[in-house]
Nanobody, 124 residues
Framework: QVQLVESGGGLVQAGDSLRLSCAAS????????LAWFRQVLGKEREFVAA????????FYADSVKGRFTISRDKAKNALNLQMNSLTPEDTAVYYC?????????????????WGRGTQVTVSS
């Protein structure tokens, strides 16, 4: 059973940086795509970034391109999200997700496994 556990959220000020991590376990992730989504209470879950476990190809939402960097650490079975130049609009619960294909999907329904999320709050 795949388990995804996020960490690294917190309260920061606008312009600060934050690094999220997701510990992935339960199976080899070769051939998988892992991603970060975020959700504000009352709104739909929003795609942030995705990465192919093999090869490391990445894809970003326009809203975070140039500010966020997704990466994976194969040795630690970890997914990371480096977030720079944070704004209050980045405030959300951030979720780690995984799906068993190499397709770069941006829709939550395409992903098979989810973590419980970590709260990121950016004050102005």
């Amino acid at each position: 059973q795949v388990q995804l556990v996020e960490s690294g959220g917190g309260l920061v000020q606008a312009g600060d940086s934050l690094r999220l991590s997701c510990a992935a376990s339960g199976r080899p992730f070769s051939g998988y795509t892992l991603a970060w989504f975020r959700q504000v209470l009352g709104k739909e879950r929003e795609f942030v970034a995705a990465i192919r476990w093999n090869g490391g190809s990445t894809f970003y939402a326009d809203s975070v391109k140039g500010r966020f960097t997704i990466s994976r650490d194969k040795a630690k079975n970890a997914l990371n999200l480096q977030m720079n130049s944070l704004t209050p609009e980045d405030t959300a619960v951030y979720y780690c997700a995984a799906m068993g294909t190499i397709r770069m999907a941006t829709t939550p329904n395409d992903y098979d496994y989810w973590g419980r999320g970590t709260q990121v709050t950016v004050s102005s």
